[in-house]
């Protein structure tokens, strides 16, 4: 009996990034009868808006407790070379697009390390093209993705079936085993947490 775990997650959550390493770490210890399902969540809508300032001396606030709790690593440049809009999508948009090359879980880290290592904006389409063609995707293909009715379904259908579970906050994690559904622990600090919860329901 197989069992699906899935990873409510976005490119641009902050959290997500300072998550990056222990779920590195769980996933290469994840046993062999989990299947892993990647859900986007979502976090901000399209909008051309600039970021409020206040917005984005809070988001700063997260960068700066998460560099101190976990030891992420954050390049604070971006707020000064970038315009910051409070806008996920594209970026997710970025995922699945990717995804139609067999690329999306490579574009969810080249979008993390653009936004918090390079100070490359990730709402931007021109940012997403860059890193497309960095991971040596076919450009023509994922230009046409990009803006897609498909692709836009494909978010919408994923955003709504993250807000039909209950999940509000990214990331968290959800296992499925014989139709039931198991709302499992994020250890930002230990993989082996999760990993016995895991094995704990998997028995």
Known sequence: MTATLFYFHDPMCSWCWGYQAVWR?????????VNVVYVLGGLAQDSDEPMPM?????????????QSELGSEFNFDFWSRCQ???STYPACRAVIAAAEQDAGVMMILALQRAYYLR???????????????????????FQADLV?????????????????V???????LL???????YRLTIDYKDYQTTLSQIAHILD
């Open 25 to 33: 770490c769980l996933l290469q210890n994840m046993p062999d009868e």
């Open 54 to 66: 206040e917005m984005q001396q809070a988001i700063q606030g997260h960068w700066r407790r998460i």
């Open 84 to 86: 910051p809009r409070r």
């Open 119 to 141: 100070a490359m904006n990730p709402s931007e389409n021109e940012t997403l093209c860059v890193l497309a063609q960095e991971l040596g995707l076919d450009m023509q293909m």
């Open 166 to 172: 209950g999940v509000s906050s990214f990331p968290s």
């Open 148 to 164: 897609s009715d498909s692709v836009e379904k494909i978010l919408q259908e994923q955003i709504s079936y993250t807000r039909s």
């Open 175 to 181: 296992l499925d085993h014989k139709n039931k559904r």
